[in-house]
C-alpha cells in the first residue's frame, strides 16, 4: 500500500560518547540514515530530529552507525515493523531478534579491540541472544494454527540458522518484503543485518 509518514521526532544522546541511529533497510533519505559520512554523530547530551516517509512494509531494525560494534553489542538496536495496508492474517505473530554477544567469565562485555580480525570482519559472541535475553524463546502453538514470525540477525558476524524441529517454515518476506511467492524451506541462514519472514 501507500507512504506511511513516520516523524520519529527528537532523539536525545544520553550516552557519553557520541552515536546516530540507522533504519536498517529502510528506504529513506541519507539525511536521515544515520551515516556519519551525511549526519554528523550526535554529540553526548546533543539531539537530532528524524523525520521521513516509510514507502515499504516489512521487518526492520535500527542500531548506531557510529561506535557501531561496541554499541550494538550493548543493546543500542531493536527491530522495527512497517505493516502493510491490509496486513495478512495470522494467529499470532512474533518477532525474534537473534544476536550474539562476547562476555567475560565474570559475564560482562568483553573489551573491544582497535584493531584486527574483530574490526576488520566483525566480532564473534560466545553468548547468544533472542530478544535481549540468553533465555530460550518459548511459546506454544496451536494445532493448526498459523502464525507470522520475523526475524532478524543483528550479529555482526555469526550467520544464523533458524529451523523448527519436526516442520518447516513458508517464507514469505526478506529484505526486499514480501515475496511475490512463498516458498518453503526446513531451515533459514539469515547472514548479518538480514531478515526474514515465515509463517509456520
Excluded at 8 to 26: A, C, E, M, R, V
Aim: hydrophobic letters at 35%.
Amino acid at each position: 500500500g501507500g507512504q506511511i509518514a513516520a516523524s520519529i521526532g527528537l532523539f536525545q544522546n544520553d550516552l557519553k560518547k557520541p552515536t546516530t541511529i540507522h533504519w536498517h533497510g529502510l528506504r529513506i533519505s541519507s539525511e536521515m540514515d544515520g551515516n556519519p559520512m551525511i549526519q554528523d554523530p550526535v554529540p553526548p547530551g546533543g539531539s537530532f530530529t528524524y523525520d521521513f516517509t516509510l514507502p515499504d512494509a516489512g521487518t526492520y531494525w535500527y542500531h548506531p552507525h557510529f561506535n557501531t560494534a561496541e554499541q550494538i553489542d550493548r543493546g543500542m538496536y531493536g527491530a522495527i515493523v512497517v505493516e502493510e495496508k491490509e496486513p495478512l492474517a495470522f494467529s499470532n505473530e512474533r518477532i525474534l531478534v537473534l544476536d550474539d554477544v562476547r562476555l567475560t567469565s565474570k559475564f560482562q562485555i568483553s573489551p573491544f579491540s582497535s584493531s584486527g580480525m574483530d574490526v576488520m570482519h566483525g566480532r564473534f559472541g560466545n553468548t547468544l541472544l533472542v530478544n535481549g535475553t540468553t533465555e530460550p524463546a518459548k511459546g506454544s502453538v496451536k494445532r493448526g494454527s498459523i502464525e507470522r514470525w520475523r526475524l532478524v540477525n543483528t550479529a555482526s558476524a555469526r550467520t544464523m540458522v533458524v529451523g523448527v524441529q519436526g516442520a518447516s517454515f513458508r517464507v514469505i518476506g526478506t529484505d526486499g518484503g514480501l515475496l511475490p511467492a512463498p516458498f518453503t524451506a526446513k531451515r533459514i541462514e539469515l547472514p548479518i543485518g538480514q531478515r526474514y519472514e515465515q509463517s509456520c
